[in-house]
Nanobody
């Protein structure tokens, strides 16, 4: 099992940047594919980015490609989401997720077994 805790959310102006972190507990962090999802009010949870166990493969939603970067530090048991050129439509609660069986291109929330509590990102225009 793994427990996930996100941090780094906040209020930022459009065009600004934020870095989200997701710290994991447990000894087998490097066994898990990690993903970031987001959910805006009144909308379904949507895929943002995923990274393979070693960090060598990353995958992004088209809406964030070129603006967001996912990375991981297995020694620190942490996955990051660097967000740049933020837009008001990026406003959402951001969740990190983990799964031992998901691939780096797993974009469906049901493919991930473990979830953090979420961190709010608000982008003002």
């Amino acid at each position: 099992q793994v427990q996930l805790v996100e941090s780094g959310g906040g209020l930022v102006q459009a065009g600004g940047s934020l870095r989200l972190s997701c710290a994991a507990s447990g000894r087998t962090f490097n066994y898990y594919t990690m993903g970031w999802f987001r959910q805006a009010p009144g909308k379904e949870r949507e895929f943002v980015a995923a990274i393979s166990r070693s960090g060598s493969i990353t995958y992004y939603a088209d809406s964030v490609k070129g603006r967001f970067t996912i990375s991981r530090d297995n020694a620190k048991k942490t996955v990051y989401l660097q967000m740049s050129s933020l837009k008001p439509e990026d406003t959402a609660v951001y969740y990190c997720a983990a799964d031992q069986n998901a691939g780096a291109r797993s974009t469906n929330s049901y493919e991930y077994d473990y979830w953090g509590q979420g961190t709010q990102v608000t982008v003002s225009s």
